[in-house]
């Protein structure tokens, strides 16, 4: 079992910055993949970042590229995600997730490739 807890959300202006945390804890013994899923009220849960166990392979929803930046400290079984340039579309229920392994195995972009989640964090980006 992997439990992860995401922190950092909040209410931030549209052109402003935040960092979201995902802390791990569990069985961090193994090594797994890291990714942030965001849900809007009405909308699925679409995919914004994953990043392998080294960290050397990211991978980016079109939404986000060139705004965000997806990170790890495995030393310290945390996850980031750093967001500048907020748009008011951004606003959204930001989810950590999980899996085993250290390479990709199907399409992380796909939620359903992933094992483990967070309890979310709330994402406010007023214009």
């Known amino acids: 079992q992997v439990q992860l807890v995401e922190s950092g959300g909040g209410l931030v202006q549209a052109g402003g910055s935040l960092r979201l945390s995902c802390a791990a804890s569990g069985r961090t013994f193994t090594r797994y993949l890291m990714g942030w899923f965001r849900q809007a009220p009405g909308k699925e849960r679409e995919f914004v970042a994953a990043i392998n166990w080294s960290g050397d392979n990211t991978y980016y929803a079109e939404s986000v590229k060139g705004r965000s930046t997806i990170s790890r400290d495995n030393a310290k079984n945390t996850a980031y995600l750093q967001m500048n340039s907020l748009k008011p579309e951004d606003t959204a229920v930001y989810y950590c997730?999980?899996?085993?392994?250290?390479?990709?195995?199907?399409?992380?972009?796909?939620?359903?490739?992933?094992?483990?989640w967070g309890q979310g964090t709330q994402v406010t980006v007023s214009s």
């Open positions: 997730a999980a899996r085993y392994g250290t390479s990709w195995y199907g399409d992380p972009t796909s939620r359903y490739e992933w094992h483990y």
